[in-house]
């Protein structure tokens, strides 16, 4: 549905509904597709950029610059951040797996994974090749490998066992069961920063074919690449059948605001709160709020 037809719209209107009841439709209007898509380029890019970014810079300074567990806790944090500032926008799923999760346990449309996986593993891309010009590329640093003496298989099964876990945080924080609102982004950071310090040696703990794929595409080194996107897929579909054995179907209301953002619901683009000066300088008379902004 593109937009609401004409008398549906004067209906509203002339009710004097608010506008989250007038504009609840507009995670269907793809006029708003781009920024859903650019929120999610975004916000893997920046993901990439601590991921990728802590390997290469530790090994661009010796190997010691940058603490094992700071490099495994970063990303989480980042996650977090990006659920927090931009989440509402196109959900934030920043990893395939997680659109395919979400995808597949009915809380997001089929058509859109196509596009937020291209701006995701653009995202990625786009990340590698900065810090590719910038520090360089030193040894397999910015990649996820498995660990010494482990093997592809293992490290596939590794990554199926981790991402088990990181979908089934995502979709049971997004459902309404063990809601906390903005705070979900502390459950799905704290599980991608223990996964990180645990799991981290075995296989990289990426859990996400855009992380690892992506800079394996800039760096041009393809060494185990299909556990990195066999095994997050298959993780994501256990985590898929955990959660209706848990909750039953999905696509009720907060796990479909959560994997599609509330574009439209609870907030929409635009500045918020009326127009006003900047504060003066001491003695400058109070703005009234109709000055130009």
Known sequence: MSQLPEHVDVTLRSFG???AAAR???FWNESYEWR???SELLGTFLLVTVAVGGGMVNA???GQAVPAAARAVAPALMVMAIILFMGAVSGAHLNPAVSFGFALRGDFPWKRVPLYVLAQFAGAVLATLLLEGLVGRHGSAGLTLPGPGI????AMLWE???TTGLVSVVLGTASGAQQVGPLAAIGVGSYIALAGLFGGPVSGASMNPARSLGPALVLGDWTAWWAYLVGPVAGACI???FAWVLRGKGGGKAGTSAAQGTLGIS???GRIGPGGRAPGRPGDAPDDGKGKS
């Open 17 to 19: 509904l608010p506008n």
């Open 24 to 26: 609840q439709f507009d």
């Open 60 to 62: 661009r300074f010796g």
């Open 36 to 38: 859903r898509l650019f």
């Open 151 to 154: 093997s592809t298989t293992t």
């Open 267 to 269: 907030w929409q683009p």
């Open 160 to 162: 199926l066992l981790l």
């Open 239 to 241: 985590a898929v059948g």
